[in-house]
């Protein structure tokens, strides 16, 4: 078995949440480990990244970042995840990272905020990523 992808966690952790009940994170990130990819080796669960994270843990946290922006899932509390109606009727299909990309949500995440029509041109042109 190969490490997922991190499109290929979003159906793990539906899973993992469709009970509906809130749960911490780090939990969440267990319980997919040992339903989904038990069959992984050590090494392969001990795999970092090029930055020293885990790498099955730094997919998992892609793949909760992509279903939290496509309305999936919700963080009611930091560092706690919970599973919406929206995916709660996702559980049982086969989502893909299409169809997560095409949620009004996602797209909503990404369009471009209109904090830019206070600002003079020089303002903007000038402006720095913290602006």
């Given amino acids: 078995m190969e490490i997922p992808k991190f499109h290929e966690t979003f159906m793990p952790i539906l899973k993992t949440l469709e009970n509906g009940d809130t749960i911490y ?3 969440m990130i267990k319980s997919v480990i040992t339903n989904f990819y038990s069959d992984l ?6 795999q970092k ?18 279903l ?5 899932i919700e ?11 929206k995916g709660k009727e996702a559980v049982n299909s ?13 797209l909503k995440f990404y369009n471009p905020e209109k904090s830019n029509e206070n600002k003079t041109p020089d303002k903007i042109k000038n402006a ?3 602006d």
């Fill in 25 to 27: 994170y780090r939990d």
């Fill in 128 to 130: 720095s990523p913290q």
């Fill in 68 to 72: 939290k922006k496509g309305g999936f």
């Fill in 41 to 46: 080796s050590k090494e392969q669960l001990e």
């Fill in 75 to 85: 963080f009611p509390k930091r560092g706690m995840v919970k599973i919406t109606n």
């Fill in 49 to 66: 990244t090029k930055s020293g994270d885990v790498l099955i843990h730094n997919r998992i946290a892609w793949g909760k970042s992509y």
């Fill in 94 to 106: 086969n989502l893909s990272l299409n169809d997560v990309q095409n949620a009004d949500s996602f």
